[in-house]
């Protein structure tokens, strides 16, 4: 018997009200934040705390992956960039454009849609009924493999190689894009 | 009570929809476009959470093998860096030419 099916997770709503609040302040910051190495460090803040939501969610592959790629990756390069464009003038300058009013307005019209859905979805009966099964993580990763290469299982091989073709496109354009004279 | 202390599919749904909003209220109010596309990257996590939480609740119907929202939450992750990537050398390419990184002073192409 795998011991994660033997012994539930401890304090779960603990954990996720801590780890959604620690996503929602840090979303906050970085939309608010005048300086953009501010809001560079609420966003890595707000990633990590979605990686630990991931292990809460029986995935430590998306874990792992989101904390090295995200967090370790894309965020030192946003943090690269930020040094080499940072002009002190930013800062002092308007933050917000001037469509902000109907920004907002959009924004809400979209938080109204969500609201309504959700309540209407879960009016009477519960929208996901929730069977409570325990999977342990030790077997994750391979199932994640099985799916994405396995000759026979492996439903996602085609969108892997296209991905990969995808990364090619993107360094090629990344150069293309940043040098002076080609 | 039960329902708040019961953490269900939902409460992760509720969650990825706030931080979508947070991310597209970033995207459509702010000037700086290191910000704007932090925003953007907000927006691709609330979907990423999305699909694992329903990865998981997929689980519970068909097995611990069903993890189809895993592996297309690490696609995304694989578009956001590109994107990423693509993004800021655009910008980069931007600041070269305009000496400024606020988006409503890009304005060539409108009327």
Known sequence: ?182 | MDAMLHITTLHYLVLGAALFLLGVIGVLTRRNVVIVLMSIELILNAVNLNLVAFSRYWQGIHGAGALHGQVFAIFVITDAAAEAAVGLGILIAFFRNKETVNVDEVNLLKW
Request: no cysteine.
């Open chain 1, 1 to 182: 018997m795998n011991p994660a099916a033997t012994n539930p997770p401890v304090a779960t709503p603990f954990f996720f009200y801590l780890l959604a609040a620690t996503m929602i302040i840090g979303g906050i910051l970085v939309i608010t934040r005048k300086n953009a190495v501010h809001s560079a460090m609420a966003l890595i803040t707000a990633l990590l705390a979605q990686s630990g939501l991931y292990l809460m969610l029986y995935a430590p592959f998306v874990a792992g992956v989101q904390i090295i790629l995200y967090a370790g990756g894309i965020m030192v390069l946003f943090l690269f960039v930020i040094m080499l464009i940072n002009i002190e003038r930013t800062v002092k300058e308007r933050q917000f454009n001037k469509q902000w009013l109907v920004g907002i307005v959009a924004a809400a019209a979209l938080g109204g849609l969500f609201i309504a859905v959700y309540t209407t979805a879960t009016a009477g009966k519960p929208l996901f009924p929730e069977g409570r099964v325990t999977y342990g993580e030790g077997q994750n990763t391979q199932a994640v493999a099985a799916l994405l290469f396995d000759r026979s299982a492996g439903q996602y091989m085609f969108a892997f190689e296209i991905a990969s073709l995808l990364l090619l496109v993107a360094i090629i354009g990344a150069v293309v894009m940043a040098k002076k004279r080609i």
